[in-house]
């Protein structure tokens, strides 16, 4: 009888530690009432929704923060990425099936703006590439000269105010 109060060799308190329960304010205990936070393995999936309150962490930074080195938010709240390029659609190879929505409630800005960022002599510029204005029109970037040509490619020349279709050779 003197293992009756203990379960596989541990007493209560210690096996106890090892059971999971939720409290009424939905926090994660022990089973002895210990707070704690669960450990995910690399590759774990959520499914469902999920709802962070409070930052999220990468390597111990918040995204978003001024440290981190890959996203931050400007004073108008936008999102940026600082370096590298942003996928859509591009984890499953076999099956590349993805769509990128753009909508926007503004009706004095346009809708959708692709810039070339270029830095000279301490200065940066932002040129417009390509844009779709809120009233739906198209615009390109305005060449002063010809462009290199790409099959099937489109460009304007601002300088003879025409449009441009390349085809082949």
Not at 21 to 50: H, R, Y
Not at 81 to 93: E, P
Not at 105 to 131: L, N, P, R, V
């Amino acid at each position: 009888m003197a293992d009756s109060d203990n379960l596989t060799g541990q007493t209560p308190a210690d096996t106890y530690t090892k059971l999971v329960q939720v409290n009424e304010d939905n926090i994660l205990m022990d089973g002895v009432g210990a707070e704690f936070s669960p450990i995910m393995k690399q590759g774990a999936v959520v499914t469902g929704s999920l709802n962070v309150k409070g930052p999220i962490l990468r390597n111990g930074i918040e995204i978003g923060s001024s440290t981190d080195s890959f996203w931050s938010q400007d004073g108008d709240g936008d999102l940026l990425r600082q370096s590298g390029n942003v996928s859509v659609g591009t984890g499953n190879s076999n099956n590349p099936s993805a769509k990128l929505e753009v909508s926007s409630d503004s009706t004095t800005e346009d809708f959708f703006i692709i810039k070339q960022e270029t830095t000279s002599g301490g200065s940066t510029t932002h040129e417009e590439m390509f844009k779709v204005t809120q009233d739906g029109v198209v615009g390109l970037r305005k060449n002063t000269s010809e462009p290199t040509i790409e099959e099937g490619g489109m460009y304007y020349n601002s300088t003879t105010k025409e449009f441009y279709l390349a085809e082949e050779d």
